[in-house]
Structure formats: C-alpha cells, structure tokens
C-alpha cells in the first residue's frame, strides 16, 4: 500500500492520492474545505467494520437493501488528543436476521477490522438500527 500527499495551498492543507489515482483532500482546521485526519480515523472504522459486515451478511444469505453507518467519537483534552470513545451506529434495512448482524458486527469490530483493532486508546460500542428498531451492542477494544 502506497499513499502520497502533497501540499496545496499555502495554509496547512493537502491532497492525498492513493495507487488507483483517488484524491481526498485533507484539512488542517474546520475552516477548510476537506477532511481532518481524525474524521478519516472515524470513517475508516465504519468504512472497514461495514465491508466486513456486508461481506459476511451476504456469505449468511441475507438480503440488504439499504445500509448506511454514524460514527460518533470523543477525543482526549491533552495531547495528543486520541480517540478515548468511538461509537458506531449501523442503520439496515432488508430481509436480515438481528442475531446475524450482531454477529457479523462483533466479528467483523473484535477480529476483522484492522482499522477499529489499530485503536488501542478508545472503548468501541455500537448500536444499529434494522427495519427501524435499534439493538444494542458493545465492544471494548482497549
């Protein structure tokens, strides 16, 4: 895996490129157009456990027809300000059985996700919301 970053602008600001030619730009302040590096640390945990769980629900057979995913965090007041709690909302609409998404959730949070494995620092728990009742869920990934 290979990323590049190259400065735009005079303000602390950049553009990153992945190999496939991808472009996200990265802001220093929320004055800025783009996205902080801590937002992308929370994108990526939902990014990376919701593949892992849509990949695992479809192996299960189950019908998903609409899947989104909130990731709320708060962070340390001392520097260098990591993560301390993430949590992660899940909303599913289809043919899906709960006891299969709490499975593939812990599963993909507690083994598969290398992004939520990498936060030492923060207490991950997480709800999700199927046909429109919400389930509860925790996973301590301290």
């Known amino acids: 895996m290979m990323v590049h970053l190259e400065r735009i602008n005079d303000a602390i600001q950049f553009e990153g490129t992945n190999t496939s030619g991808n472009r996200l730009t990265i802001a220093?302040?929320?004055d800025q157009d783009g996205v902080s590096p801590m937002e992308m640390t929370?994108?990526?945990v939902g990014g990376?456990?919701?593949?892992?769980?849509?990949?695992?629900?479809?192996?299960?057979?189950?019908?998903?027809d609409a899947f989104s995913v909130q990731v709320d965090g708060e962070r340390a007041d001392d520097h260098p300000r990591v993560f301390?709690?993430?949590h992660v909302h899940y909303t599913?609409?289809?043919?899906?059985?709960?006891?299969?998404v709490r499975r593939a959730i812990n599963l993909s949070l507690d083994t598969y996700c290398s992004v939520?494995?990498?936060?030492?620092?923060?207490?991950?728990?997480y709800t999700f919301t199927l046909n429109e009742k919400t389930y509860e869920g925790a996973v301590d990934a301290s």
Do not use: F, R, Y
């Open 28 to 30: 220093s302040n929320a």
């Open 42 to 44: 929370a994108m990526a």
């Open 48 to 64: 990376c456990s919701s593949i892992d769980i849509l990949m695992i629900l479809e192996k299960q057979k189950q019908q998903v």
């Open 84 to 86: 301390t709690k993430l």
């Open 92 to 100: 599913i609409t289809g043919d899906v059985a709960p006891q299969k």
């Open 116 to 125: 939520s494995n990498m936060i030492d620092t923060a207490t991950i728990t």
